[in-house]
C-alpha cells in the first residue's frame, strides 16, 4: 500500500487529504485527490479570489508508508528558516545587494556552490564576530518547524539540520527547534573578525547528501525511511539520495529532481503528507 496525500493553500494553515491504495490505484488516487482538493480549496476561496493554487500531490514510497520516517534532513536558509543568514551578515557589512545577486544566480543553478559562497564571505572580512549573535537574533522559523521536528522526533525519527550556511548560526537553530544535529560551514575568524574564508571543506550539494548517508548509519536508519527538505539547487544531490526528497517552495531545478514539491509555505507540511495526519 501506498499513500497518497494532497496539501492545499486553504483553509489555513493547510487543507490534506489523504488515503493508502493499493499501488495499482495510485494514478487514479492521484487524479481524484487532486481534482477533490481543488474543487474544495476554489470553493472555500471564492470570496477571496476568482482562482485558487491547484494542490500538492504526493505519492508515498511503500517504505515510508509502512514504516514512517526515521531521518528527516533540511536545509536552512529558506527552508527551515525564512531568510537567508548571508544576507543579513552582509547587511552589516553594506553588501547585502551584491551577495543577494550572487545568492540568487547559485539557488537557480547558475555559479558553483562553492565559488560562490568562498565570493560570498569574502565581501564579509573584516566584520567583528559580535555580528553573528545579533544576525542569531534576527532570524525566524519557518511556520511548521517546530511541528516538524516533533512530529518527526514523535515517531521514533531523527531531525538533522544540514545547510550551506554557517555553524555558529545553524547549530543555535537545531538547538532552539530540539533538532538532533547539525552541520554547517565555519567561518574564519582573526583577533575577533571574520576573515572572508571559510574554515574547512564547504558544505556544497555533494556534502550534504554525504551528511544524509552519514546521519543514517550513525543512527542505523534505512535509506528508504529518510526524507531530505530543501529548496535550491544545492540541495539536489541530498534530495535525490533519501527515500523521498521534497521541494519546498522552491527553485525550478531542484523541483525537477524532487520526488515530491509542496507549495504551502508551512514546512509541517511536508510531514503531513507522508503520514496523512497533521503534526
Request: net charge negative; proline share 5%; charged share 20%.
Amino acid at each position: 500500500m501506498q499513500r497518497i496525500s494532497a496539501i492545499a493553500p486553504n483553509p489555513a494553515p493547510y487543507g490534506l487529504s489523504s488515503e493508502l491504495v493499493p499501488a495499482a490505484e495510485v494514478p487514479a488516487a492521484s487524479a481524484r485527490l487532486r481534482a477533490a482538493r481543488s474543487e474544495g480549496t476554489a470553493a472555500g476561496a471564492a470570496q477571496e479570489a476568482p482562482e485558487s493554487p491547484a494542490p500538492d500531490v504526493v505519492v508515498v514510497p511503500e517504505a515510508l508508508t509502512e514504516h514512517g520516517v526515521g531521518l528527516a534532513v533540511c536545509d536552512v536558509d529558506s527552508t527551515f528558516i525564512e531568510q537567508e543568514v548571508i544576507e543579513l551578515i552582509a547587511d552589516h557589512a553594506g553588501v547585502r545587494a551584491q551577495v543577494a545577486e550572487i545568492t540568487e544566480s547559485a539557488m537557480r543553478g547558475e555559479l558553483d556552490f562553492e565559488a560562490s559562497l568562498r565570493a560570498r564571505v569574502r565581501t564579509l572580512a573584516g566584520l567583528p564576530v559580535e555580528v553573528l549573535a545579533e544576525v542569531a537574533q534576527q532570524v525566524s522559523m519557518t511556520p511548521g518547524a517546530r511541528e516538524f521536528v516533533r512530529g518527526v522526533q514523535a515517531g521514533g525519527g531523527r531531525v538533522a539540520l544540514v545547510s550551506g550556511g554557517f555553524d555558529v548560526i545553524v547549530e543555535a537553530i537545531a538547538a532552539d527547534a530540539g533538532a538532533d544535529a547539525a552541520r554547517a560551514n565555519r567561518l574564519g575568524v582573526d583577533a575577533g573578525r571574520l576573515t572572508g574564508e571559510v574554515v574547512g571543506a564547504v558544505i556544497d550539494r555533494a556534502a550534504k547528501a554525504d551528511a544524509l548517508a552519514e546521519f543514517a548509519q550513525r543512527w542505523g536508519v534505512d535509506r528508504s525511511q529518510t526524507i531530505a527538505v530543501g529548496d535550491g539547487a544545492n540541495d539536489i544531490d541530498m534530495v535525490e539520495a533519501a527515500g523521498m526528497g521534497f521541494a519546498f517552495c522552491a527553485k525550478p531545478a531542484l523541483v525537477a529532481a524532487a520526488d515530491a514539491a509542496i507549495s504551502v509555505r508551512r514546512l509541517d507540511a511536508v510531514l503531513a503528507a507522508v503520514t496523512g495526519e497533521r503534526p
